[in-house]
């Protein structure tokens, strides 16, 4: 279903202040949302990854496209 700014705006008015307030702190949140790179950095950062050196990165990618 397609909806059009103002067409959303009127069913958002709608809701309840408290539905208005929740809708509105997500969108918010959704706006401020981390980049693919921060995301990237923060998994080095937390150890969930692993940097490794370009020659490494092509010598890898050359070995799968082989």
Known sequence: ???NIE?????????????RAQ????LILSLD???E???R???LRDGKAQE???EEAFREA???IS
């Not at 067409?7 to 539905?19: F, H, N, Q, R, Y």
């Not at 809708?23 to 997500?26: I, R, S, V």
């Open 23 to 26: 809708l509105a702190e997500k």
């Open 52 to 54: 490794i050196s370009a």
């Open 41 to 43: 950095l923060k998994n």
């Open 7 to 19: 067409d959303l705006e009127g069913e958002v008015i709608k809701l309840s202040i408290e539905a």
């Open 1 to 3: 279903m397609t909806y």
């Open 33 to 35: 949302a981390p980049s």
């Open 62 to 64: 050359k070995t799968r």
């Open 37 to 39: 790179e921060e995301n």
